[in-house]
């Protein structure tokens, strides 16, 4: 096999007719550029270049070679610097903010198998349940569910989430069943809240043809501070809680849980990769925004269906 950098030491010296020129271009010296040709033309057991003492010029057959190599190592090339560039598009660090209990759960996941194609870029996962300034925390992506309020962020839907009404089934077996938003009055309430300060509880139902959601205000008997906790709270029978569908589906299948009246549930949430508005994204952020999407683009364990 003809080792491509002879190649390429004829390429630059046809182009430029001169052995001299194709030497400063490959930097080299021009002993070289003759000794390659040479051995090209050795190879090749045909005569490439006539040579005078000011110039070379090609010969017919150096002439037809050229037209038929040219290309394939422009082709060669641009593989090479494509795959370069792509390397490195993958190095240095990924900076992702995600609640607690869902990074830890279900995000962690999706970066190890990320980094498995992908290792020479560095991923820093920030488990938070509060507010994060995503420019001024410098983060590239965030994890967070509800309604995107800032126009300055792009949002991609990972999962619809639809805040569902749930208790164990030994709390329903001893208190009963409610029928719909009105029964609620009689039950114990798990209220959840993430800023202290709040002081009224309101939970959210559909309401067909209407334009808005039905509010309900609840007075709660216990008090939470994120959806896990509420839900586990729930499962221990402490009272009727309204979780998101991602937390409370998993506890439904292995028992813990029961849903009651999902037909009045609200299907208006969602979680959501959220980051910055930029014209150009970074492809290593793009990349795993797919993998993301993908990862959960069937997982109908975490998606309710009425």
Known sequence: MIDLRLIETFIQAARRESFSSAAKALRVSPGAVSQNIKSLEEQLQTRLFTRTTRQVKLTPEGQRFLQRCAPAVEALQTAASAIQEEREAFQGRLRITSTTAFGRAEILPLIASFQETHPELEIELSLSDGFVDLVAEEYDLAIRGGILP???????????????????PDYLKKFGIPENEADLARHRLIGMRSNPSQRVFAWEFAAPGAPQPRRVEVTPTSIMNDPESTAR??????????????????????????????????????????????????????????????????????????
């Not at 800032?150 to 164990?168: E, F, G, K, N, Q």
């Not at 150009?280 to 309710?304: M, Q, W, Y």
């Open 150 to 168: 800032d126009s300055d962020y792009i949002a991609r839907l990972l999962i619809p989430v639809t805040p569902l009404v749930c208790a164990s």
């Open 233 to 306: 709270a729930a499962s221990l029978g402490m009272g009727l809680a309204q979780v998101g569908s991602n937390v409370v589906l998993p506890l439904v299948a292995s028992g813990e849980l029961q849903i009651v009246f999902p037909e009045a549930a609200l299907q208006s949430r969602g979680l959501y990769a959220v980051y910055p508005s930029k014209r150009f994204a970074p492809k290593k952020l793009t990349a795993f925004l797919d993998h993301l999407v993908e990862g959960f683009s069937n997982r109908t364990d975490l998606i309710f269906t009425p």
